[in-house]
């Protein structure tokens, strides 16, 4: 064996540096004197903040432009969904009236000759989805 060969198998058994399984090493940071460790994250915590910054700011693009203001201040994903759906989900009256339109097409669901059975299929599952997402049972 040469000389830079004994290195590196010296060195592969030396335990690495490295954070494992995603981890980071721990931070510091100092606050008025004071040194904070900062907690390290996980992959998983990073993967999941990051889609949970994804779906926030795929719900924001959904809102007109003239009410951004008042939807940007909720930080997490879930609290949006929740303000805009209050905000936009509309009154009882609107609902009940979107409900019996459903049912109304649900009753009268005709399919054409020229469509395929998938197509057909597809349609009916959307109609029965949208039902049951405003409460309505399909007996």
């Known amino acids: 064996m040469d000389q830079d060969s ?4 010296a060195a592969s058994k030396v335990p690495m540096l490295k954070p ?3 981890n980071t090493t721990p ?3 100092l606050v008025e004197g004071v040194e ?5 994250t ?3 915590e990073k993967a999941q903040r990051r889609l949970d ?3 926030r700011s795929t719900l924001l693009m959904g809102i007109p432009n003239e009410h951004q203001l008042k939807f940007n201040s909720i930080k997490d994903a879930k609290s ?3 303000a805009i759906k209050k905000r936009f989900g509309g009154n009882a009256a609107t609902k009940k009236t979107q409900r019996n339109l459903l049912k109304q097409q649900y009753e009268n669901f005709t399919a054409s000759s020229s469509e395929v059975l998938d197509q057909i299929f597809d349609r009916l599952q959307k109609l029965i989805s949208q039902l049951e997402i405003h ?4 007996s």
């Not at 004994?6 to 198998?9: A, D, G, P």
């Not at 904070?36 to 390290?40: E, H, N």
């Open 27 to 29: 931070k510091t940071t």
């Open 6 to 9: 004994i290195h590196m198998v």
């Open 36 to 40: 904070k460790v900062i907690p390290s």
């Open 20 to 22: 494992e399984n995603g």
């Open 80 to 82: 949006l969904l929740q």
């Open 53 to 55: 910054l994804k779906a």
């Open 42 to 44: 996980t992959a998983e």
């Open 135 to 138: 409460g309505e049972t399909i």
